[in-house]
């Protein structure tokens, strides 16, 4: 089973940006379609980005133009940078591998945008 730590958040101003990076153990991330979550409080858990083994890339309506997702299977690495930041943006951000029913999940990195 992979392992996955993501890393990269903090308060950020609103127009800011930021880059997540998610580290895989265990196991070889170029194997996994790939995706980053986010989890606002109140509120459920949703696709902000995926990444396929092929490096097809898909976005959610909302951080479409603000976000992107890229990996690095040399380095066992997911990212997503994300740009244009909002305050609704706020929310915990989690790396997935898999699928979101059956994969794997990191710990979370909290992401705050305010002035």
């Known amino acids: 089973q992979v392992q996955l730590v993501e890393s990269g958040g903090g308060l950020v101003q609103p127009g800011g940006s930021l880059r997540l990076s998610c580290v895989a153990s265990?196991?070889?991330?170029?194997?996994?379609?790939m995706g980053w979550y986010r989890q606002a409080p109140g509120k459920q858990r949703e696709l902000v980005a995926r990444i396929t083994t092929g490096s097809i890339t898909n976005y959610a309506d909302s951080v479409k133009g603000r976000f992107t997702i890229s990996r690095d299977n040399a380095k066992n690495t997911v990212y997503l940078q994300i740009g244009s930041l909002k305050p609704e943006d706020t929310a915990v951000y989690y790396c997935n591998a898999g699928s979101p029913v059956f994969g794997s999940w990191g710990q979370g990195t909290q992401v705050t945008v305010s002035s």
């Open positions: 265990g196991s070889r991330l170029s194997s996994y379609n």
